[in-house]
């Protein structure tokens, strides 16, 4: 959600901001912008509604030059997207801004600016940054003295670079709540919302605490706490590589990402399962301790993360025999809730800055929880940092807004976990190397599902002129229905909604007629009957039903039935390789609507804002 470039070098900097803009649209927007300091202390600005290749055109005909700028990817909160909206953001034209995240306060710093003679030609919060720094400067000694007055009068999200023309060799940055980064290069320094964004230029980083401010010029970086006292960052290489986010021969990321989760799998798996049981170190140092005490499992998450946590609900308690509750971060940050003995907070979130649940960490602490673990695929990022254990589910750079390999390794985590747990709470030898073992089987299942990938393009056929649709699951193959609804309705604008099957009678069936398609996850379990007659309320009522079936479930293929029959799988995993096909069909229902699938509309990758 938005994105940040900053740069300050001795070479013109414009390319390699509008390259890293171009490495961040994966995180949503509907504007972008650049601003640079040219060779004449002069502030240059090029803003552009739409893709970043609409800005990147109008550079190509009108270039900037210059070695300090900064560039934005805005997706809209305050004001309807416009370039007049699009950030950066000026006062005076001397000062420019670029922020990610919402100013609460807004209104009244633009009240109180406005007493003081400014006008504003925007509709953002943004702006009050802008003209805040540039009153504070008439009585500071520095840009840096000026930043730091500024943000103790803001209230909400933040993560800004700005710039003084007067000041040209210098970046000064300010986080709180909303993620930053430096890069460090040879006489460069460089500055980002994600480190993907300066992949061609540096793999050296270091990660902002909240509060923090920072002083970057061409050779140092200066970082302040939230006191203003001086503070080190550790920089660290990392090893991601840039070539990460390349389509490769895929149409989409989507598609790419989707065919990555058998190999996915196995880097999550690698190394951590040893004689048939998961290895605890997998989550840090001082799991086994924790884990051995632990007697409830909180687990806060949002979107399709929640999804996962809930299949993990399943888990935690048949096998492990831990009570859990899961929820999502926005409702826990804001009720009062009890703190059951011993219980261990989960956090999952693919970025690891998602702006809900990394408030609903730090409020868990306060609470009291005995510890917290983060499941994870960006090291490095504030949940991370801020959780005392957490389990990286090497997943590798995602780029479509519609998690699909995320996803299915935050399961494999997830079920890990349930295994650390449950062997201090009476699993048996034997369960925790049969569980074991269908992991390792995973990927070779997943391969086999992804055979099914032509069948499934004809199925989706049939949703060429559907509006709504309806998915249908029972026990851990619920929050499965859910993340399938959640993803056709995410990229190909198809109202979509998911019901446990047992609930039809207490209301959907209402809905049901020949134009309302019902999509059904049917592997063979212990409630597979009970799902057959679930079935047959549908199709009693006229409903036209796709079933992704147990070749031994005995569904059988008729008018108001199309049958695509998923090979067989361990009980335990069904959950996972279930959710294969439906991304599928999610994928060649948008094509055939002719969607945005990596980019749909209005959403954003990374959700860093309430």
């Not at 070695?67 to 953001?89: F, K, L, Q, Y």
Request: aromatic share 6%; glycine share 8%; charged share 25%.
């Amino acid at each position: 959600m938005c994105g940040i470039v900053g740069a300050v070098a001795q070479r013109d900097v414009a390319d390699i901001l509008v390259e890293g803009l171009k490495r961040l649209e994966y995180r949503g927007y509907d504007s972008a912008g650049v601003a640079i300091i040219d060779n004449n202390n002069q502030l240059q600005r090029a803003r552009r509604l739409g893709k970043v290749q609409e800005l990147a055109d109008a550079l190509a005909i009108n270039s900037l030059s210059g070695g300090t700028g900064i560039a934005h990817t805005r997706w809209a909160t305050h004001g309807i997207p416009s370039e007049n909206n699009a950030h950066p953001h000026v006062s005076s034209e001397t000062i420019a801004v670029v922020h990610n995240g919402i100013i609460e306060n807004h209104q009244a710093l633009r009240i109180k600016l406005q007493s003081l003679g400014y006008e504003f030609v925007s509709e953002t919060d943004t702006e009050v940054i802008a003209h805040l720094v540039h009153h504070e400067l008439k009585n500071s000694s520095s840009l840096l003295a000026a930043v730091q007055t500024s943000v103790k009068q803001l209230d909400g999200a933040y993560g800004t670079v700005i710039f003084d023309t007067r000041d040209k060799d210098r970046l000064v940055v300010a986080r709180s709540g909303s993620p930053l980064v430096i890069g460090y290069g040879l006489g460069e320094n460089f500055i980002a919302s994600d480190m993907m964004a300066l992949l061609p230029v540096t793999r050296k980083f270091s990660f902002l605490e909240e509060g923090d401010v920072a002083e970057v010029t061409r050779f140092e970086v200066n970082i302040f706490d939230i006191n203003g006292e001086p503070v080190e960052r550790e920089a660290k290489e990392q090893e991601v590589s840039q070539d990460s986010g390349d389509k490769g021969e895929y149409r989409h990321y989507m598609l790419k990402e989707t065919y990555e989760q058998p190999t996915a799998i196995r880097n999550a798996l690698d190394g951590r399962l040893i004689d048939n049981t998961v290895d605890i170190n997998a989550f840090g140092t001082g799991a086994d301790d924790i884990f051995k005490d632990i007697e409830h499992v909180q687990i806060i998450a949002c979107g399709t993360s929640y999804h996962s946590g809930m299949v993990a609900r399943y888990w935690l308690e048949a096998l492990a025999g831990v009570s859990c509750n899961i929820e999502i971060a926005s409702e826990f940050r804001y009720r009062k809730s009890h703190v059951p003995k011993n219980a261990l907070i989960v956090t999952i979130s693919q970025s690891g800055e998602t702006a809900d649940t990394l408030a609903a960490l730090r409020l868990a602490k306060e609470l009291g929880y005995k510890a917290s673990l983060v499941i994870c695929n960006v090291a490095g990022s504030s949940l991370v940092r801020e959780s005392d254990l957490a389990f990286m589910t090497k997943a590798g750079i995602e780029i479509g807004v519609a998690s699909t390999k995320a996803f299915t390794t935050q399961l494999v985590g997830l079920l890990m976990m349930t295994l650390a747990i449950g062997k201090h709470h009476g699993m048996s030898v034997q369960q925790q190397a049969e569980i074991a073992q269908s992991l390792m089987s995973l990927p070779s299942k997943l391969e086999e599902v992804l055979a099914l990938a032509p069948s499934i393009e004809e199925l989706a056929e049939d949703f060429a002129d559907k509006h709504h649709a309806l998915f249908l699951g029972r026990g851990d193959q619920y929050p499965i229905a859910m993340e399938g609804a959640l993803k056709l309705k995410e990229i190909s604008y198809i109202h979509a909604e998911a019901y446990a099957a047992g609930e039809l009678k207490h209301g959907p069936l209402a809905l049901i007629d020949a134009e309302m398609p019902v999509i059904v996850v049917a592997p063979k379990n212990d409630l597979i009957e009970k799902l057959k007659s679930n079935v047959e309320e549908v199709r009693a009522r006229g409903g036209l039903m796709y079933v992704f079936a147990a070749s031994d479930a005995k569904f059988e293929s008729d008018d108001t039935m199309k049958v695509i029959n998923v090979p067989h799988c361990d009980e335990i995993i069904a959950p996972i390789v279930y959710t294969l096909p439906l991304q599928l069909l999610s994928y060649y229902v948008a094509i055939i609507k002719g969607t945005d699938v990596d980019q749909p509309r209005n959403l954003a990758k990374s959700v860093t804002v309430e």
